[in-house]
């Protein structure tokens, strides 16, 4: 029932199991059959596997779903890799790509210092710190003051004549 194949670089064995559901969902209420087959690929591997953290990957949780709660599949062929403890379970044909950290390690802070002082010295910028936006708000605000569209408003404002609404009389008569 299980295929153990051994996976080139990590040293990680893959296993390939073909886990029967419909005996379990049968029992079960038409709409709660999917959320038991998953329960189940979960108790299954837990049981062959002798792990307690056992993870299913989207694509087979899609398939078990693809139908449907109430019309999940009567069997589904899994390829399991555990690695620190944890099981991972996919399809077979689901491609795994590792994720490399791109963060080297931290330095200490003394390191850091003493490496931000030699790339002072050798006259490189701190890229560490980035430069203040003071100085080019300052500029902003000083063209905003000086802006044509400001002055052409102003000569506009003073230049019109100021229009009075004209006030409503009262009449106490009624017609």
């Known amino acids: ?22 005996k379990g969902w049968l029992n079960t209420r038409y709409h709660g059959r999917a959320n038991r087959s998953v329960n189940d690929i979960k108790r299954f591997l837990i049981r ?3 792990t307690d953290d056992v993870r299913i990957s ?38 795994v790509i590792e994720k490399k950290d791109k963060k080297p390690e931290p330095k200490s802070k003394i390191e850091e210092l003493k490496q931000r ?10 890229e560490g710190k980035k430069e203040t936006k ?22 506009m404002v003073s230049k019109s004549p100021t229009v009075e609404k004209p006030k409503k ?5 009624k017609q």
Request: hydrophobic share 30%; proline share 6%.
């Open 58 to 95: 989207a694509r087979l949780n899609e398939l078990i779903w693809k139908r449907g709660n109430s019309k999940p599949p009567a069997s589904v062929k899994v390829k399991v890799s555990v690695k620190g403890g944890i099981a991972t379970a996919r399809l077979p044909e689901e491609v």
């Open 169 to 173: 009389e009262e009449s106490n008569s």
């Open 117 to 126: 002082a030699e790339d002072m010295k050798s006259g490189k910028k701190d």
């Open 134 to 155: 003071e100085p080019i708000t300052e500029k902003i605000r000083e063209e905003v003051k000086e802006s044509p569209v400001k002055k052409v408003r102003e000569e």
């Open 1 to 22: 029932m299980a295929k153990e194949r051994e996976s080139g670089s990590s040293g990680v064995a893959d296993r390939i199991y073909t886990i029967p559901l419909r």
């Open 48 to 50: 062959h596997l002798k």
